[in-house]
């Protein structure tokens, strides 16, 4: 645990009763980390099985004193299994709640269980449009690219905005902030 916090990004996804679990993972996370921003969420078509329920999926900002590895494995881990999330071999299968740490600071890291920033920022639209626009100046840590350039380059990909869900998790992360929420 470092003294001094730093800005962590956090990608959300589910297809399992989505509304329910993502409230409930914001919730639970509240309870162990600083969540400050939250991204729109959008539906999306499940990556290569479109016959599942579709996935809503979006970014959270937090800030923290942990290690990547500790709020990966230990906070946002223990989040996904007190969620029913049980991994399988099959990384398509569908889930109660996906949340995986894309960003820690201008950390870059790779090992075989992490690496920082996530790979999948360059290639899955619904994670790469909500970082954009929670911080739009960004340029990736480990290239020095533009976060916008990497978006105007990724594959048009369906994405409808969940603006309800948005406004009831955004009033959730003003809430817990203190601060009142926004009409």
Request: aromatic residues 4%.
């Amino acid at each position: 645990m470092s003294d001094t916090p730093v800005d962590a990004f956090i990608a959300v996804g589910s297809n399992i009763d989505p509304e329910r679990n993502i409230a409930r993972a914001l919730e639970l996370l509240q309870q162990q980390i600083r969540v400050v921003a939250s991204s729109t969420f959008y539906w999306t078509t499940p990556l290569a099985r479109p016959d599942q329920p579709r996935f809503l999926n979006g970014v959270w900002r937090v800030e923290t004193g942990l290690s990547p590895g500790s709020l990966k494995f230990d906070v946002l881990r223990g989040i996904e299994s007190n969620l029913g999330r049980v991994r399988t071999e099959d990384k398509y299968a569908p889930r109660p709640i996906d949340l995986d740490v894309i960003l820690h600071g201008r950390l870059v890291l790779s090992g075989p269980d992490l690496q920082i920033p996530d790979p999948d920022i360059g290639c899955r639209p619904f994670i790469a449009v909500p970082l954009l626009e929670l911080v739009p100046d960004l340029t990736m840590p480990d290239t020095g690219e533009p976060l916008a350039e990497l978006v105007g380059r990724q594959t048009v990909m369906h994405l409808e905005t969940a603006e309800e869900v948005t406004g009831r998790l955004r009033r959730a992360i003003q809430l817990q902030s203190g601060h009142p929420p926004m009409a």
